[in-house]
């Protein structure tokens, strides 16, 4: 990576938000991404909230100019699960992509990721992206797009030009 791209990571849980769960699948994003060569610039832990995340994702792709945000948690069925209604509430730019390659490599780890509704999008130059909400599925999927997510920015940024390989 020739440029340090800054990240902002929320994790949407009410019983993290509340400290009666420790977030380890927003620590295995955090782990991820700085070993790639990302600078992590905001951590949230938020409750399942639909206005509550979609401010924190306007404030981190507005004022504090990140990037890329990746999210945990909130993607499921639960009546709670918010995480992609706030998502696309914010979004400029759908980029249904990223989440179908997540979720079609993750079904060749379990049949389960087909119940996943995360979704990937743009707000202005900053991608986001909603992950799964346990450490294991956080590990299967952002290790999965990880070395693509460079160009990705990169593109989006209008810092290199072409997608097409030769």
């Known amino acids: 990576m020739s440029e340090k791209f800054k990240v902002g990571i929320v994790t949407a849980s009410d ?5 009666e ?7 295995e994003i955090e782990r991820i991404v700085t070993e790639a060569g990302y600078q992590v610039v905001s951590y949230k832990v938020l409750p399942d909230d639909k206005e509550m995340l979609s401010a924190e994702l306007v404030h981190l792709c507005d004022e504090e100019k990140v990037d890329l945000v990746l999210t945990t948690g909130g993607t499921g069925l639960s009546p709670r699960d918010n995480t992609p209604e706030a998502t696309m509430a914010v979004a400029t730019k759908a980029v249904p992509g990223i989440s179908e390659a997540m979720r079609a490599y993750s079904m060749t780890v379990t049949k389960r990721a087909m119940l ?4 990937s999008v743009m707000r202005g130059t900053t991608l986001i992206i909603n992950l799964p909400g346990s450490k294991k599925a956080v590990n299967e999927s ?18 290199d030009g072409e997608c097409a390989r030769s």
């Open 15 to 19: 019983k993290g938000f509340a400290g």
């Open 21 to 27: 769960r420790e977030d380890l699948s927003g620590k």
């Open 116 to 119: 996943s509704r995360g979704v």
């Open 142 to 159: 952002l290790t999965y797009i990880i070395d693509e997510l460079d160009h990705a920015i990169k593109i989006m940024k209008e810092l």
